[in-house]
């Protein structure tokens, strides 16, 4: 080193610790990254975002290259301070050596780790992309070294029963992460748009039993009943379907369409045989079913009626359209706020009827609408001076600040 000068010495020095932050630049830049904006730019045709996606798909060859060529710039730039002391203060001189060594030290971590580490970790997205190009050559020139020692390291974690996945870039996400980037966008989205991303997030808490109509209140035709009695039931009847049973509720054969079942009403005498071929197949749900998904599952087979069962195939209840879409007046305003992540107070009526009640002060008719707690409601059916059956409706609440 001695036909060099110092000057040159201290441009190499400075050079290097560059180069030694540019590996720390991408490292953090490429795990900071999101992996579901980097596919976007990808579908949208960004050479670098496929290229950063390949990239990610080989992490342990990455995060190798990266820090092989960090390492190996920090021992050179150690090595350079050494010699840079040496001739400045010469041989001999501890002190001088333990301060340049300390001095070194200091600069890789300021210059090198983390100002690069903290520019990237704020602009992770053109840092990674930026960096790709680069990388990409790297990786493939340090790959003999790089696959040793990561051969070497698979082999130590498979002895430590240490499962590691190769490839990071497309981990499933979860509710509650899905959830917190709904709620981190709203300087993006206005507030009802995430009131309603939020509730189908929360929707997909909910299974089926927590809406179902329950065994003991099903209404149902027993097929092996008297004909008179099957015409009364049918006339007075409440509901458009109707589960059809020999016997036991246990055993359902069928679900009636009401309005197909008509025409056999003008004849003096019911035919069974004939009602048995107007049945529509049952569809039934486990009972830890999804409520959103059996919303689609609804829309997919254009079907408005299950029925809930365990895991013994045991009736348990029954689910409608109309059950995932309203709610029932009876339903407990702790399960409405604890399930659906509504607020409305406790302090006074227990059930969503009774709230209603308290506070219109009288017995509303169907078609009724008012607020209660920011939530539009509206009453779809009363019965003996109860609210039956209401539609809540998201909350309108006036978003503050901002």
Known sequence: MDEFSLGTLFVALVVILVCSGF????????MALSRHRLSH?????????????????????????????????????????????????GQGNDTALLAGTLAITFAILIFSE????????SYPERVALFSSYP????????YPVVSVATAIVRYVLWALRVKVQADSSHRGVSLE?????????????PHKHQKMLLNLVDLERVAVNDVMVPRNQIEGLNLNAEPDVLREQIVTCHHTLLPVYEDALDNIVGILHVRR?????????????????????????????????????????????????????????????????????CTPLRDLNRKMGMHFSLDG????????????????E????????????????????????????????TRQGN
């Open 23 to 30: 590996f720390s630049f991408a490292e953090t830049s490429m």
């Open 41 to 89: 730019l990808a579908r949208k045709g960004s050479k670098s975002a496929k290229l950063t996606i390949k990239l990610l798909k080989k992490t342990d060859s990455l995060l190798g290259a990266i820090l092989f060529g960090n390492t190996l710039l920090n021992a050179a730039a150690a090595s350079l301070a050494g010699i840079i002391v040496l001739r400045l203060f």
């Open 114 to 121: 983390i100002m690069p580490k903290v520019v990237a970790v």
């Open 135 to 142: 990388l990409s050559f790297l990786v493939k020139l340090f």
């Open 177 to 189: 992460e899905v959830r917190m980037m709904v709620l981190e966008a709203e300087n993006f989205l």
């Open 261 to 329: 079942a008509l025409g056999l009403l003008q004849h003096e005498k019911l035919d069974a045989g004939a009602l048995r071929e107007l049945l529509a197949e049952p569809y039934f749900i486990p009972s830890d079913a999804g409520l959103l998904s059996q919303l689609q599952h609804f829309q997919e087979r254009q079907i408005r009626m299950g029925l809930v069962v365990d895991e013994y195939g045991e009736l348990l209840g029954m689910v409608t359209l109309e059950n995932i879409l309203v709610v029932e007046g």
């Open 349 to 364: 009526a227990k059930t969503l009827n009774g709230l209603i009640l308290e506070h219109l002060q009288d017995i509303p």
């Open 366 to 397: 169907a078609g009724t609408s008012l607020k209660i707690a920011d939530y539009p409601i509206e009453i779809i059916q009363t019965q003996d001076r109860v609210v039956k059956v209401v539609k809540v409706f998201p909350a309108l609440r």
